[in-house]
């Protein structure tokens, strides 16, 4: 009798075949299991794909497993930080493979087919366009106001260590992104039809502008840039970009046929904004007029009527 129970019990603890199942592994990690069922057109004696299921199917895997690349990057003290290759699905090799589990017999098991993904900017480059300053600005504020200093730290950061390809157009709002408090960005003074008020964002005019200066030094092409409606303290008068995520853009094209490099960094009250590229560059520098050091009353926007 004790026999039959234990025969009864391990009956009961082994795992179910499914014996038309398709396993999916990633790095010997089982990620999904499926049957033929799930992907069949139900006609008698014809095994049928269902397209729409086995897209479906195939582009949530590709999420799940999907990574992203990683560009190379520097330091504060100039480092060179490596990239990280990304990589994802294999669709062409993957269908092959579910093709052949598809339409034969039995269960079986899939390692994921990678695809690798190459950052755009590795060491390699890195090491070649940090070598020569080609243009340089400074603008300073007042560090006391904490939330717009932040918000100048943030979008310093979105646009430091980036790269910009011979003949490629740089745009600021597509670079830095939409300002929100999601982001991390703060209240802080903008110019709202004109007039001082206060919203998401303020400060980031300043980054803009004194990437603008630092670009137009470089000799590089404006292809969009607007004033605010009010004079700006941070910088000389109609030597301003503003920018708003709903509205105007600064955007500029490098015109020369080496990549340009951008260094964004805020010390204290003040946000230097540096571009190097390789040795070899044939630059034209403009002269441009130097940025007042004095703490005047800060101004700056956000919304879609705003300039930030």
Request: charged share 25%; aromatic share 10%.
């Amino acid at each position: 009798m004790i026999y039959i129970w234990m025969a009864a019990l391990l009956t009961f603890v082994q795992p179910i075949e499914q014996p038309d199942s398709l396993t999916v592994t990633q790095q010997e990690e089982t990620i999904a299991v499926v049957n033929r069922e799930d992907f069949s057109i139900q006609i008698p004696n014809t095994p049928m794909l269902d397209i729409e299921k086995y897209n479906r199917f195939i582009k949530k895997l590709d999420q799940q497993i999907y990574r992203a690349p990683v560009n190379a990057k520097l330091d504060d003290l100039g480092r060179i930080i490596p990239g990280e290759v990304g990589y994802r699905l294999d669709r062409q090799m993957f269908r092959e493979q579910f093709y052949t589990y598809f339409y034969g017999e039995g269960s079986s098991e899939i390692e994921v087919p990678e695809m690798d993904i190459y950052p755009r900017v590795d060491s390699e480059l890195l090491a070649h366009i940090r070598v020569q300053q080609i243009g340089q600005y400074v603008t300073y504020f007042n560090s006391k106001n904490e939330n717009r200093s932040h918000n100048i730290t943030l979008a310093a950061e979105a646009i430091d260590n980036h790269v910009i390809y011979p003949g490629e157009t740089f745009s600021f709002n597509k670079v830095v992104g939409k300002r929100t408090q999601g982001k991390g960005y703060m209240r802080a003074p903008i110019i709202v039809r004109g007039e001082l008020s206060e919203g998401i964002g303020g400060g980031i005019c300043q980054v803009s502008s004194t990437l603008f200066n630092a670009v137009d030094k470089a000799g590089l092409k404006i292809v969009e840039r607007y004033s605010h409606s009010k004079r700006v303290p941070y910088v000389p008068s109609g030597r301003d970009a503003t920018v708003s995520w709903y509205g105007p853009d600064f955007r500029f094209q490098n015109k020369y046929n080496q990549p340009i490099l951008i260094r964004a960094k805020r010390y204290g009250g003040s946000i230097v904004i540096q571009l190097y590229s390789s040795e070899v560059i044939n630059f034209e520098p403009r002269k441009v007029p130097k940025a007042s050091t004095t703490h005047q009353k800060e101004i700056d926007t956000s919304d879609p009527q705003n300039e930030e």
